[in-house]
C-alpha cells in the first residue's frame, strides 16, 4: 500500500479516481443538507448576495473608514468587523429584536442600513479615541510605483466600452 497522498503530483490513477470519489460524496452530502434551506428563497442570487454581505460589508466598511480618516483606532476596525458579522437578520431575530419590524426592510435596503451604521460607528470611536499619531502609508519599495503609460487610454476604452454595453441592453 502506498504512503502517498492523493493530492500529490505523481499519484497514480487509482489514487485519483479513489479521491475523487470521496470527494464527490463529500459534495453530495453537503448539496443535500444545503437544498432545503434554499427551497425558502427568492432566488439563488439573492441568497448569495445575502451570504456575501456578512463578510464584505464589514470588510468595506472598515476599507471607506480607512480611506476617509487617518485617526480611526484599530479597535474601531476589529469592532466594526465582529458587529457586521453578527448584525445580520437571523442574528437579530434570534438576538431578540421584532419581527415584524426586520421583516419591514428588504433584505438589501437592510445591507446598506447596516454598512453605514458600521461607518458611523467607526467614525464615532475615532472622534472619542482617536489615535495618537495619524496612520501613514509608508512605501517600503517592495514593487514597482511607476504609473503605466497606457493608463489613460485603457481608462477611455473602458468607458466607451460599458456605455456601448449599456446601451445595447438598456433597449
Not at 444545503?34 to 463578510?55: D, G, R
Not at 476589529?78 to 453578527?86: D, E, F, Q
Not at 503605466?148 to 456605455?163: D, H, P, Y
Request: contains cysteine.
Amino acid at each position: 500500500m502506498s504512503t502517498r497522498h492523493a493530492s500529490s503530483r505523481d499519484a497514480s490513477d487509482e489514487e485519483v479516481v479513489k479521491a475523487s470519489k470521496w470527494a464527490g460524496w463529500i459534495m453530495a452530502a453537503a448539496a443535500m443538507t444545503i437544498a432545503p434551506l434554499l427551497a425558502t428563497q427568492e432566488s439563488l442570487f439573492v441568497y448569495i448576495q445575502k451570504v456575501n454581505s456578512i463578510y464584505y460589508i464589514p470588510l468595506l466598511a472598515v476599507i471607506v473608514v480607512g480611506l476617509l480618516s487617518r485617526r480611526v483606532p484599530a479597535i474601531a476596525a476589529n469592532l466594526a468587523l465582529v458587529l457586521g458579522c453578527s448584525g445580520h437578520r437571523p442574528v437579530l431575530l434570534r438576538a431578540g429584536a421584532s419581527p415584524s419590524v426586520v421583516d419591514k426592510v428588504h433584505n438589501f435596503h437592510f445591507i446598506a442600513i447596516v454598512l453605514v451604521l458600521l461607518i458611523a460607528l467607526m467614525l464615532v470611536i475615532g472622534k472619542l479615541a482617536p489615535r495618537a499619531e495619524p496612520w501613514i502609508q509608508q512605501d517600503v519599495g517592495a514593487i514597482d510605483m511607476t504609473p503605466w503609460a497606457g493608463t489613460r487610454i485603457a481608462s477611455i476604452i473602458l468607458l466607451i466600452l460599458v456605455m456601448i454595453i449599456y446601451l445595447a441592453f438598456a433597449g
